[in-house]
């Protein structure tokens, strides 16, 4: 049965936007039970077109042609008042960032209580009751806790967990999932799509899931839709899709999907090391802020020791809060660390202070994990990648001559020099990111989950660059990620770490295909779409 | 981090906790603040008894001696801070030698005609801000914004003073609905509800002047605030909620839009006090601000620290009570310090 049909469905973008429609061309049914996939990059108008189903779309965007059927019911055009009984009622909603999609200054028990006030169900007390067995139902470990916690009490996977309870709370016919897993681990990544999984089968609910990755779509899709540029290019069942792909563009996201693919480990010459780390420890204590405040200790990188080779590249491999970002940060001091020894050519950079600091920070440079955060929004990419020369004193004509060099190193034109970061897309910024990373012809590139912002094509193209550039520039490379994917492709070898320690390090065939700790297998069991990835291989051996 | 253990205190301790630290911390800066304003006085050129020795039209050293001796003057500079500090710890703020009255006794006198200046003002201030804020962001774009927006600049455009002036010529005397200068009714002696009555008409002029200059900064930031919050990522979950629109104004957006509202009330809270100096001159409101007047062109040192020295008790209290406020309405700050 046919329960939600979108016809020659059109949006139109504010005037002045770098096109005329967010989205046009639209058609597509859902059945009940059913999950569909909508997939596609940054800006494709897959979120845009799902929006439009729950009539919330951003101020200045309209829809402005066609038909949205829900339950033999046209909706596209029903007044606020007329949508608000939908609205979490009949069609519900869960979102990107879990953080950011709750109310912080608002009890977890009474965002969810929220959604029945909203629409006039139960008694005040049968509210709580129902958002305590709602918590339990999607999983949070002490639900008479979690009521009453605040959003930021809990971590990533539980408030994806609030969220998904939240929009259950009236048994909708509808779940619309916007990437709802990109920002979590892996690990909870596949924790989450496997509740979801579950509710469609206990509840018969049917699903819109919006994501960039096939490896998710894999997982769990009964049908997808393929979309680029605000227009559908390949709809089709799973296998279908999957399997035999139509359009050139499908194919390509599929090809950019990283691989666990066996890989022949590359003995980097073993000379002298030029980066030693040893009995690396650093402690955080919060809520000493006050004469009378507790302390609390979090001890995020306990007695890490690792070498790195000329030419090599390591991968950092870990979940959030395993301090794998706070081993980076300690070796480029962003962070002092409280014990151990960081051995720059001999020199020990971790008890430096001044200019002989200033002085060995150039040859250890770093790209961050958000290409929108890490560049200054009101300087323009001259002085981005300029900046750092002159200060080490070259003169301003070298220094800009130098940048336009950067410039093409990685694919940009040299136009950019004068235009401010907020216009260039996500990629662009992640490579002049890296060209500000490589201005200082550093030996050693640290990248902190320089990646995982990206979407999936975007991303192989960086992965490429930055392997590309290593060779050429023999750099040696710390790639600290959660996203073992990643690391497959790009690293040498690879260092597991679990809650500050290292669980285990090693080639990176061995780490990723036979590894020895139970953490790492756990990782990467969590891998989503290796079914997939093998029923691929197999199709491909027989073409 | 993952915080994988639900830690759900209520957080009462901690604000308690909270309280006590920064009443530790305001103690020791009262102390800085006291011996600041004490050697800055000191070092200004000029003797205080030589000043009363001219006054009084006698000049012999004998009497400038005396004098010395008499108000402490002739001990080294740090005997007398510390006697000075010996006192004010025990709220002895020394002796007017104009008023030939204790400082501590006239500031008694005149702190609560100031507090009820200066707290209604900026209560009043605050929520006509705060409402008037929120109604400007609900038409954002359109004339009931520009209308809103005008008023409340040209309010804080106006110099306070002249506010005031204009004030007391349309209401007291062209239309002569509100008394326009004084605490109360001079020679009335009214007594229970009449007197607070009276107290009540006489102090509307003086508080509405000073509310609304402050008043459109609350506006502005609210506004602001409220603009910013609406684009959050929660406001949408709300609406995917089926929540209606009012509800999500109130319990979603305006609550999150206040934080830093509060955070400005608290450092406005000070420039209220230097507000009311102009205020309670231009109204003859018998406050420490027109005692502070009177006793700078008077040279009437004791009483300019003891005023200072007050006002910046006042100013420490009001940011106590504002960061209280803050710690209690946002629990990430609650159960995180």
Sequence with gaps: ?543 | MARTDLNTRTGADSVIRFILGRLVKAVFILLAILVFNFLLIHAAPGDPAAVMAGEAGAADEKFLADLRTRFGLDQPLYVQLFIYIKGAVQFDLGYSFRQQMSVAEMIGDRLPATLLLTGVAFVLSLVLGVAAGVAASARQGRWGDTIISTFALLFYATPLFWVALMATLVFSVWLGWLPGFGYSTIGANYTGMAHVLDVAKHLVLPASTLGLFFMAIYMRMTRASMLEVSRLDFVKTARAKGLKRGVIQRRHILRNALLPVITLAGLQAGQIFGGAILTETVFAWPGIGRLMFEAINQRDYNVILGVFYISAAMVLLFNLITDVVYVIVDPRIRLTT
């Design chain 1, 1 to 543: 049965m046919t329960l939600l049909s979108i016809r020659d469905l059109a949006i139109a973008l504010p005037v002045g936007a770098d096109r005329i429609y967010a989205a046009q061309n639209i058609n597509f049914d859902l059945a009940a039970g059913e999950i569909l996939c909508i997939v596609g990059e940054s800006g494709s108008g897959k979120s845009m077109s799902a929006n439009a189903v729950m009539g919330l779309l951003p101020e200045g965007v309209k829809p402005v042609k066609g038909n949205i059927t829900f339950d033999g019911r046209e909706i596209l055009g029903l007044s606020e008042a007329e949508m608000l009984p939908l609205r979490g009622g009949r069609i519900s909603m869960i979102f990107q960032e879990p953080l950011s999609a709750l109310n912080p200054l608002m009890r977890v028990g009474a965002q969810i209580a929220e959604v029945f006030e909203a629409h006039g169900a139960l008694s005040k007390s049968e509210r709580r009751d129902r958002a305590l067995k709602l918590l339990e139902e999607v999983g949070i470990p002490d639900p008479q806790a979690a009521i009453r916690a605040y959003p930021f009490q809990l971590s990533g996977g539980q408030r994806q967990r609030v969220m998904i309870a939240m929009a259950l709370a009236l048994e909708p016919d509808i779940l619309i999932a916007d990437e709802p897993t990109t920002a979590l681990d892996v690990t909870t990544q596949a924790q989450i799509l496997k509740l979801i999984e579950d509710l469609r089968k206990s509840r018969g609910m049917a699903v819109i899931f919006i994501t960039h990755d096939f490896g998710v779509v894999a997982d769990i899709a009964d049908r997808v839709i393929v979309m680029q540029k605000g227009e559908i290019v390949e709809t089709g069942t799973a296998d279908e899709v999957l399997l035999k792909p139509q359009h050139a563009y499908t194919r390509a996201l599929i090809d950019a999907i990283p691989r666990l693919v066996q890989r022949v480990d590359t003995e980097a010459d073993q000379g002298k090391p030029l980066l030693t780390v040893e009995n690396l420890e650093k402690t955080f204590s919060t809520g000493a802020g006050s004469l009378f405040g507790k302390r609390r200790v979090v001890k995020a990188v306990q007695n890490v020791s690792f070498e790195l080779f000329a030419g090599e590249t390591i991968g950092i491999v870990g979940e959030s809060g395993s301090g794998k970002s706070t081993v980076g940060r300690c070796i480029v001091r962003l962070l002092d660390p409280d014990a151990g020894r960081v051995l720059m050519d001999g020199v020990d950079i971790s008890h430096l202070a001044g200019a002989e600091l200033r002085d060995q920070r150039r040859k250890l440079q770093m790209i961050f994990q958000d290409p929108y955060s890490s560049l200054n929004p009101r300087a323009r990419v001259s002085r981005i990648l300029t900046e750092g020369l002159i200060a080490f004193g070259t003169s301003k004509d070298a220094a800009h001559a130098k940048a336009c060099e950067l410039l093409e190193m990685v694919g940009l034109d040299a136009s950019a020099m004068k235009r401010f970061p907020h216009e260039f897309s996500g990629g662009q910024r992640q490579r002049i990111g890296i060209a500000r990373a490589l201005a200082l012809d550093p030996s050693i590139i640290i990248a902190d989950e320089a990646v995982s912002a990206l979407d999936v094509s975007i991303q192989a193209q960086v992965l490429d660059l930055l392997a590309e550039l290593k060779t050429r520039l023999n750099l040696s490379m710390l790639f600290i990620t959660h996203d073992l994917r990643v690391a497959a492709r790009i690293c040498d070898r690879i260092i597991v770490m679990q809650k500050g320690k290292i669980v285990e390090a090693g080639p990176v065939s061995k780490v990723l295909h036979d590894p020895d700790s139970a953490y790492t297998r756990s990782l990467l069991d969590a891998i989503p779409g290796q079914e997939y990835e093998r029923a691929l291989a197999l199709a491909e051996a027989e073409v």
